[in-house]
């Protein structure tokens, strides 16, 4: 029931975007290429969808986003979990992070173009770099607040590294990890489509800015539109997975 | 003597003023006695338990258990903590067996000696439950069976039971009292009920605050099977209130 109620929000949600968009359309004076209606970038997308284009774009931007995303997560994770034992350390690595963290990955993107060429790389650079400082400065966080018991009876215990950080202090900070990994994940999503308009010639970042240069706004709408809907696919999958492993880690949620 | 304590002293800068948490403090404690250390907040029963178990050290003066100074926490003497101190992510097999892993005992021996732990404290077939799913008297029972499993010679217990309703607390007290006696363990109870105290310790310890300091040693002379409302209960628990009782008014008020 929950869920139904839920889904009828979702229709009526986006029943109203699309009818704004439609009036928006019918009352504005701009040109037809310009400023397509609903029903245009419709038919834009089924003509992606059955010229291929669209899926080769959807597996090549995937491919850059997971491999970015991953090894960003696997390595600020870490990372994360040594600093995080080393308080003294992270107050000489703390100020440089916060002084690299504000920056937008995508003003590096000219030096990566520089430093890599076009292709693959940029991009997963750049969701590297995106998804970093979120899930870093959350695990330094969580370890830094782990209950001190936990510390005590595992010294009391005859626990020692490396046992003490995946058996205790991994597990224990996991909840707070998770919910920069989850952060990350949304802004990872929103520098891949940055990364790929500048540094690709592949994926949907790059199918906005072709679309651009053909004068397709269509075509761009409908991107944009499956950009957003990805990404709200993305964000459902990692709760999910959050939440089964939650369960297992508690016992209860 | 087995636990030794000479002349130890402790203090912390707390808001800028030195706070004096222990002042020459000397206490002799015989294996398989049941100490309990009772007074108000700030008299150094946690300091001292602290010190006793390895996690903090003494500014001056020595703590030595069988002859051995204590300088950082070891699995022969096991500390029981007020929160419990369980791990959320592990069952409560999986909890009791932690200290067996770093033991070395293998898969099969440390699920038996976790079993026959958790039987004592009266948990058989809760094995696959999350501590989250249990009671606070039930986390309490998994986590002195965790330390038992680990066959130790010493159990420190840091109020165990202070956040437990009351007639959990006297339950779990009975079957400390019980355990105690049957595993032969040395165990240094920190509290301040007075009953508690009373009910359990073959010794009480009992402490004045400002500085920190031991007040008197009191002899319970009550024997393994202890009648809360008995007349020798009462006594011992009015000579006690009379300690306290000696020391101010305004103490006292504070207190009860």
Same mark, same amino acid.
């Given at each position: 029931?929950?869920?139904?109620?839920?889904?009828?929000?979702?229709?009526?949600?986006?029943?109203?975007?699309?009818?704004?968009?439609?009036?928006?359309?019918?009352?504005?004076?701009?040109?037809?290429?310009?400023?397509?209606?609903? @029903? $245009?970038?419709?038919?834009?997308?089924?003509?992606?969808?059955?010229?291929?284009?669209?899926?080769?774009?959807?597996?090549?931007? $995937?491919?850059?986003?997971?491999?970015?995303?991953?090894?960003?997560?696997?390595?600020?994770?870490?990372?994360?979990?040594?600093?995080?034992?080393?308080?003294?350390?992270?107050?000489?690595?703390?100020?440089?992070?916060?002084?690299?963290?504000?920056?937008?990955?995508?003003?590096? $993107?000219?030096?990566?173009?520089?430093?890599?060429?076009?292709?693959?790389?940029?991009?997963?650079?750049?969701?590297?770099?995106?998804?970093?400082?979120?899930?870093?400065?959350s695990?330094?966080?969580?370890?830094?607040?782990?209950?001190?018991?936990?510390?005590?009876?595992?010294?009391?215990?005859?626990?020692?590294?490396?046992?003490?950080?995946?058996?205790?202090?991994?597990?224990?900070?996991?909840p707070?990890?998770?919910?920069?990994?989850?952060?990350?994940?949304?802004?990872?999503?929103?520098?891949?489509?940055a990364?790929? $308009?500048?540094?690709?010639q592949?994926?949907?970042?790059?199918?906005?800015?072709?679309?651009?240069?053909?004068?397709?706004?269509?075509?761009?709408?409908?991107?944009?539109?499956?950009?957003?809907?990805?990404?709200?696919?993305?964000?459902?999958?990692?709760?999910?997975?959050? @939440?089964?492993?939650?369960?297992?880690?508690?016992?209860?949620? | 003597?087995?636990?030794?304590?000479?002349?130890?002293?402790?203090?912390?800068?707390?808001?800028?003023?030195?706070?004096?948490?222990?002042?020459?403090?000397?206490?002799?404690? &015989?294996?398989?006695?049941?100490?309990?250390?009772?007074?108000p907040?700030?008299?150094?029963?946690?300091?001292?338990?602290?010190?006793?178990?390895?996690?903090e050290?003494?500014?001056?003066?020595?703590?030595?258990?069988?002859?051995?100074?204590?300088?950082?926490?070891?699995i022969?003497?096991?500390?029981?903590?007020?929160?419990?101190?369980?791990?959320?992510?592990?069952?409560?097999?999986?909890?009791?067996?932690?200290?067996?892993?770093?033991?070395?005992?293998?898969?099969?021996?440390?699920?038996?000696?976790?079993?026959?732990?958790?039987?004592?404290?009266?948990?058989?077939?809760? &094995?696959?439950?999350?501590?989250?799913?249990?009671?606070?008297?039930?986390?309490?029972?998994?986590?002195?069976?965790?330390?038992?499993?680990?066959?130790?010679?010493?159990?420190?217990?840091?109020?165990?039971f202070?956040?437990?309703?009351?007639?959990?607390?006297?339950?779990?007290?009975?079957d400390?009292?019980?355990?105690?006696?049957?595993?032969?363990?040395?165990?240094?109870?920190?509290?301040?009920?007075?009953?508690?105290?009373?009910?359990?310790?073959?010794?009480?310890?009992?402490?004045?605050?400002?500085?920190?300091?031991?007040?008197s040693?009191?002899?319970v002379?009550?024997?393994?099977?202890?009648?809360?409302?008995?007349?020798?209960?009462?006594?011992?628990?009015?000579?006690?209130?009379?300690?306290?009782?000696?020391?101010?008014?305004?103490?006292?008020?504070?207190?009860?």
């Open positions: 029931m929950k869920k139904l109620l839920s889904l009828k929000n979702v229709i009526v949600s986006v029943a109203i975007l699309i009818l704004i968009w439609q009036l928006l359309f019918s009352v504005s004076n701009y040109d037809k290429a310009l400023f397509p209606s609903p @029903k $245009m970038s419709f038919d834009a997308l089924i003509e992606m969808i059955s010229n291929g284009r669209l899926f080769e774009n959807i597996k090549t931007s $995937m491919y850059r986003f997971v491999t970015g995303y991953f090894s960003s997560v696997i390595v600020a994770v870490i990372l994360g979990l040594i600093l995080g034992r080393l308080p003294k350390v992270f107050q000489y690595i703390n100020p440089a992070i916060q002084l690299l963290r504000p920056i937008s990955p995508t003003a590096w $993107m000219p030096f990566i173009v520089l430093l890599f060429g076009i292709g693959d790389v940029p991009a997963i650079v750049i969701i590297f770099i995106a998804a970093f400082f979120p899930v870093l400065l695990t330094v966080s969580a370890v830094g607040n782990i209950d001190q018991t936990y510390l005590k009876v595992s010294k009391n215990f005859g626990i020692k590294q490396p046992e003490l950080t995946w058996k205790v202090i991994f597990p224990a900070a996991f707070q990890i998770a919910n920069g990994i989850h952060l990350a994940l949304g802004t990872a999503w929103i520098f891949l489509v990364g790929e $308009m500048v540094g690709a592949s994926g949907l970042g790059y199918q906005i800015i072709d679309a651009r240069n053909n004068i397709r706004a269509d075509i761009l709408l409908a991107t944009i539109i499956v950009i957003g809907m990805i990404g709200i696919l993305l964000d459902g999958l990692l709760k999910l997975i959050e @939440k089964l492993i939650l369960k297992s880690w508690g016992g209860v949620e | 003597m087995y636990i030794e304590v000479r002349d130890a002293c402790k203090h912390f800068i707390q808001d800028g003023k030195e706070f004096i948490a222990l002042d020459h403090v000397s206490l002799d404690i &015989e294996k398989g006695e049941f100490i309990c250390l009772l007074g907040s700030g008299c150094g029963k946690s300091t001292l338990l602290n010190a006793l178990a390895g996690f050290k003494v500014n001056s003066g020595t703590v030595r258990i069988d002859g051995k100074e204590v300088t950082e926490p070891s022969s003497n096991i500390t029981i903590f007020q929160n419990y101190g369980l791990l959320p992510w592990r069952n409560v097999l999986k909890n009791v067996e932690l200290g067996l892993e770093s033991k070395k005992v293998s898969k099969e021996d440390r699920e038996k000696i976790s079993k026959k732990y958790l039987e004592l404290v009266g948990l058989s077939g809760y &094995e696959k439950r999350y501590p989250k799913q249990l009671s606070g008297g039930q986390q309490q029972r998994v986590a002195i069976a965790r330390g038992l499993a680990v066959d130790p010679d010493i159990i420190f217990m840091d109020e165990p202070g956040a437990l309703d009351a007639i959990t607390r006297m339950k779990l007290q009975e400390i009292l019980r355990i105690s006696k049957e595993e032969k363990k040395t165990i240094i109870f920190v509290t301040h009920d007075i009953e508690e105290a009373v009910f359990l310790a073959d010794r009480i310890v009992v402490m004045m605050t400002d500085p920190g300091r031991i007040k040693i009191v002899k002379p009550l024997g393994a099977h202890r009648d809360r409302t008995g007349e020798d209960f009462l006594y011992v628990r009015d000579k006690i209130f009379e300690l306290f009782n000696i020391k101010t008014e305004g103490f006292i008020e504070y207190y009860i």
